[in-house]
């Protein structure tokens, strides 16, 4: 619903069936691991039938039904941290973020913890609002709602113009497409390149591990601070994930990759996580599944030795 290109919707399956979750039980940190199923997204031709592909908001494709799935993964995921479990959300596309992560923090919220930081490992910043998306898929916006920017379908679930993470506490790593105007609303927030924004020319300059101590210290930091983790498949370079939306070369390499979800496991801190935008019609026999599932059991704790 929230990207350019159909597929995308067939992520979750392709990793169960890369057997994420069988791996995932096997980990030494990982006490058990529960399959609560899909949240349910209309189909276009669902949409079309029910008369709301029409919604009638510029540049802000299929907000209705994309709010009310946004709105109940909030629900849910809430629900699994309130219970004192690691969510792990599979996508789907990236606007999806805007439901996982703030669940995750009103979760937090609630039970008067402090407010977790925000990793952002992604090729694009997803900080586009109508006024400034070129396409107006919903799938560029979800950090841009997530930090209080006005974002149809998405807003509500991340309590409105406040937001639901600290700027502050925002790191972005891998970035290296940001539409023009984007770039305004980056400035506005203080996101800013090798600060809190780690391009890969960044990575380039510094190395994967000087970025991601900054990054977490950013994130995280205090001592016990947690931090919750966006994930997008494009953020991998196409040569190791081809099977993503919207590729983008000079990415991060497989070892890089690794050594991001190391670095993560090892801080300890992390209490949410999201895989998203892996596009199997897009794929080459699951190669993109199996290497995201490598990059999840690795942020989970699986080592060399």
């Not at 997530?146 to 600290?166: I, N």
Request: aromatic residues 2%; glycine residues 12%.
């Amino acid at each position: 619903m929230g990207a350019g290109r159909r597929g995308v919707d067939m992520g979750p399956s392709a990793l169960r069936l890369a057997d994420l979750f069988t791996k995932l039980a096997e980990l030494k940190d990982v006490s058990s691991v529960t399959d609560t199923g899909n949240i349910h997204v209309p189909t276009r031709e669902e949409m079309a039938d029910a008369g709301e592909l029409d919604d009638k908001v510029v540049n802000a494709r299929n907000h209705r039904p994309i709010g009310a799935a946004v709105a109940s993964l909030t629900e849910v995921v809430e629900d699994i941290v309130t219970r004192g479990s690691v969510p792990l959300v599979l996508g789907g596309d990236h606007s999806l973020a805007a439901g996982s992560m703030s669940g995750t923090q009103r979760a937090r919220v609630a039970a008067g913890q402090a407010k977790a930081g925000l990793l952002w490992i992604d090729a694009h910043m997803d900080m586009n609002t109508p006024e400034t998306s070129p396409s107006g898929n919903l799938h560029g916006m979800p950090l841009a709602a997530l930090l209080g920017l006005e974002v149809p379908g998405l807003s509500a679930a991340v309590g409105g113009p406040d937001g639901m993470f600290d700027p502050s506490r925002v790191a972005c790593v891998g970035i290296r497409d940001v539409d023009p105007a984007e770039r305004d609303n980056m400035a506005k927030l203080g996101l800013i390149e090798d600060h809190n924004v780690f391009t890969m020319s960044s990575i380039d300059r510094h190395g994967m591990a000087n970025v991601m101590e900054r990054a977490l210290n950013i994130i995280a930091p205090g001592v016990a601070d947690s931090f919750a983790v966006s994930f997008d498949a494009d953020s991998l370079d196409p040569s190791v994930a081809p099977g993503v939306g919207t590729p983008v070369p000079g990415g991060i390499s497989f070892r890089e990759g690794h050594l991001i979800m190391e670095m993560l496991a090892r801080h300890g801190g992390m209490c949410g996580l999201d895989v998203v935008e892996v596009n199997p019609v897009l794929d080459t026999r699951n190669a993109t599944a199996k290497v995201a599932v490598q990059m999840v059991l690795s942020a989970f704790g699986q080592t060399t030795l």
